[in-house]
C-alpha cells in the first residue's frame, strides 16, 4: 500500500499534467454522462390561437467535468430567423440543486449571451459552482428584460457515482487535441 504522503505527490503530479495538457493543447475536457436541454420546449398551441413565436433555438449542455469547485455548463443560442440586424443580448439564470427541490436551490447564476449584429448565434461557457453532486437544475431565459416564452425548464441530471466527503476517489483525465468530439464518440467514429 502507498504511503499517503506518496499519494499526495502522486495526485499533484497529475494535476500539474493535466493543467499543463489544458493550457499547452487547448482541448475541452468534458464528461459524456450529461443529457443536453434544448429549448423552447415543443408545447402545443392551443386551438384557436396561433403558435407561440420562437425568435431563439436554445442548447444547455452541463457535461463539464464533476468536480468540486465549478462545473462548466455550455449555452448555445441561435436566431431562427438567421443574422441579427442589431445586438442582442440574453440573460440565463442557472439554479443548481442537489436535493431535486423546486424553488430552493444550492447554486444560483446568472450570465449573459450577446449575439453581435450580423450573427446568427453565440456559445458561452457558464461556471457554476459545484459544492457536492447536482441532481437537478433550472434553467430560465430573459430578454429586455422578459422571460422568453417555453423557454424555463428543469432538467435532471444524472448521476453516474456518488460521492461523499468519505469517499472521494482520485481519476484520470486524458486531454488531447487529437481525441474524437463528444459527437464523434458517439456516433463510433473513434
Same mark, same amino acid.
Given at each position: 500500500?502507498?504511503?499517503?504522503?506518496?499519494? #499526495? @505527490?502522486?495526485? &499533484?503530479?497529475?494535476?500539474v499534467?493535466?493543467?499543463? +495538457?489544458?493550457?499547452?493543447?487547448?482541448?475541452t475536457a468534458q464528461a459524456?454522462?450529461m443529457?443536453v436541454l434544448n429549448?423552447?420546449?415543443n408545447v402545443p398551441?392551443i386551438?384557436g390561437r396561433p403558435p407561440?413565436?420562437?425568435?431563439?433555438?436554445?442548447e444547455?449542455d452541463?457535461?463539464g467535468?464533476?468536480?468540486q469547485?465549478?462545473?462548466?455548463?455550455?449555452?448555445?443560442v441561435t436566431s431562427?430567423?438567421?443574422?441579427v440586424t442589431?445586438?442582442r443580448s #440574453? @440573460?440565463?439564470v &442557472?439554479?443548481?440543486?442537489?436535493?431535486s427541490?423546486r +424553488?430552493?436551490?444550492d447554486?444560483?447564476v446568472?450570465?449573459?449571451?450577446?449575439?453581435?449584429?450580423?450573427?446568427s448565434?453565440a456559445?458561452?461557457w457558464?461556471?457554476?459552482?459545484?459544492?457536492r453532486?447536482?441532481?437537478?437544475m433550472?434553467v430560465?431565459?430573459y430578454?429586455d428584460?422578459?422571460?422568453?416564452?417555453?423557454?424555463a425548464?428543469?432538467m435532471?441530471?444524472a448521476?453516474?457515482?456518488?460521492?461523499s466527503g468519505?469517499?472521494?476517489s482520485?481519476? #484520470?483525465?486524458?486531454?488531447?487535441?487529437?481525441a474524437?468530439?463528444?459527437?464523434e464518440?458517439?456516433a463510433?467514429g473513434c
Amino acid at each position: 500500500m502507498m504511503q499517503p504522503a506518496a499519494l #499526495l @505527490r502522486l495526485v &499533484l503530479l497529475l494535476s500539474v499534467v493535466v493543467m499543463i +495538457g489544458l493550457l499547452v493543447g487547448g482541448a475541452t475536457a468534458q464528461a459524456e454522462n450529461m443529457p443536453v436541454l434544448n429549448l423552447p420546449l415543443n408545447v402545443p398551441p392551443i386551438p384557436g390561437r396561433p403558435p407561440a413565436p420562437r425568435p431563439w433555438s436554445i442548447e444547455v449542455d452541463p457535461s463539464g467535468i464533476e468536480g468540486q469547485v465549478y462545473r462548466g455548463v455550455k449555452v448555445t443560442v441561435t436566431s431562427n430567423s438567421g443574422p441579427v440586424t442589431a445586438n442582442r443580448s #440574453l @440573460r440565463v439564470v &442557472l439554479s443548481a440543486n442537489g436535493y431535486s427541490e423546486r +424553488g430552493r436551490c444550492d447554486e444560483r447564476v446568472t450570465a449573459f449571451i450577446d449575439v453581435p449584429e450580423g450573427q446568427s448565434s453565440a456559445t458561452v461557457w457558464v461556471d457554476v459552482p459545484q459544492r457536492r453532486q447536482w441532481h437537478w437544475m433550472l434553467v430560465e431565459f430573459y430578454e429586455d428584460g422578459e422571460p422568453l416564452k417555453n423557454c424555463a425548464a428543469g432538467m435532471s441530471i444524472a448521476n453516474t457515482s456518488f460521492r461523499s466527503g468519505f469517499n472521494d476517489s482520485a481519476g #484520470l483525465l486524458v486531454i488531447s487535441q487529437h481525441a474524437p468530439t463528444r459527437n464523434e464518440h458517439r456516433a463510433g467514429g473513434c
